[in-house]
């Protein structure tokens, strides 16, 4: 009887709050062959990491790729060419 009370509670719970989660998470149903899953999640359990961490890390790493302002910070990067600190005066 206990099972059923409980499981009443959270669909109800559910239906009160699925457009609240909706709008603040977004889940991507997406695949990975097996055998590669299945080594991400060995790595991510040997280190530590969540799979949230794993995606942006890698969001960083690609977003680095594009945006070499954004690389610069990302890597401690603090020498500037020329140009750059011309530019990062004008900006102050």
Known sequence: MEK????VKD???EERHREERKAKCMVWGTSVPREKAERINEFL?????TKVQLIEAG???L????????AKLKDGYDDFFGFEEIDKKKTE
Do not use: I, N, P, V
């Not at 059923?4 to 499981?7: H, L, N, P, Q, T």
């Not at 359990?45 to 990491?49: C, D, E, Q, R």
């Not at 977003?63 to 954004?70: E, G, Q, S, Y």
């Open 4 to 7: 059923k009370d409980r499981s």
């Open 45 to 49: 359990k040997k280190y530590g990491y």
């Open 63 to 70: 977003l680095a790729r594009h945006d070499t302002d954004f």
């Open 11 to 13: 669909r109800r719970y």
């Open 59 to 61: 969001y960083e790493e």
